[in-house]
């Protein structure tokens, strides 16, 4: 079992700059994938980005060139640095962690993106 605690969100202004983080504990972090979703008011959630235990990381195509996803796994973190944020990047992020089929998540973080 794996614990994951989301942090770093907030109100930021369109063209700003945030760092979300991801902590995990209870279990090996560095076996885990790991990934970011979200999810806007009165929209399913969506996959953000995600990072393999390898680190090979995929992004939906919405935030290519904007997001970075990264993990230290001598920290027992994931990161999404979010660039150029727009109003529609606004949402409750989430943190994933999957391993052998099941998939934990967080409690999630509030992303909100306006002037």
């Known amino acids: 079992q794996v614990q994951l605690v989301e942090s770093g969100g907030g109100l930021v202004q369109p063209g700003g700059s945030l760092r979300l983080s991801c902590a995990a504990s209870?279990?090996?972090?560095?076996?885990?994938?790991m990934g970011w979703y979200r999810q806007a008011p009165g929209k399913q959630r969506e996959l953000v980005a995600g990072?393999?235990?390898?680190?090979?990381?995929n992004y939906a195509d919405s935030v290519k060139g904007r997001f970075t996803i990264s993990r230290d796994n001598a920290q027992n973190t994931v990161y999404l640095q979010m660039n150029s944020l727009k109003p529609e990047d606004t949402a409750v992020y989430y943190c994933?962690?999957?391993?052998?089929?099941?998939?934990?998540w967080g409690q999630g973080t509030q992303v909100t993106v306006s002037s």
């Open positions: 994933t962690a999957g391993y052998s089929g099941q998939t934990h």
């Open positions: 209870g279990s090996i972090f560095s076996a885990y994938s």
């Open positions: 990072i393999s235990r390898r680190g090979s990381t």
